[in-house]
Nanobody, 122 residues
């Protein structure tokens, strides 16, 4: 399934946004899904992931306690709930899916959406 993100926008510091991404449902070929972000002039970095079949979640230290990754009941939409947003969260947010593992046993993300812009500013 093509990954399509939505929900980005401009929000004031301390505010909240919820990003959405189309997801493949109970597809046996999907091992995990994740959110990454890329701030202006910086490399793309990991934000959060969910192991697709176990539901285990993982977060970057910078967003722990503020962001929550989840999927809906029919596994067709991936979410990123972002609370207590800070200017440093400003970035293009990308949804990604993994069909397997890399040589070090970590999820290898091989499909990407086009991204949605999040801007945090007063």
């Amino acid at each position: 399934v093509q990954l399509v993100e939505s929900g980005g926008g401009l929000v004031q510091p301390g505010g909240s946004l919820r990003l959405s991404c189309t997801a493949p449902g109970r597809d046996l070929g999907t091992k995990a899904m994740a959110w990454f972000r890329q701030a202006p002039g910086k490399e793309r970095t990991f934000v959060a992931s969910i192991a697709w079949w176990s539901g285990d979640t993982f977060y970057a230290d910078s967003v722990k306690g503020r962001f929550t990754i989840s999927r809906d009941d029919d596994w067709s939409t991936l979410y990123l709930q972002m609370n207590s947003l800070e200017p440093k969260d400003t970035a293009v947010y990308y949804c990604a899916s993994s069909s397997g593992w890399g040589p070090r046993g970590n999820f290898q993300f091989d499909a990407w959406g086009q991204g949605t812009q999040v801007a945090v500013s007063s």
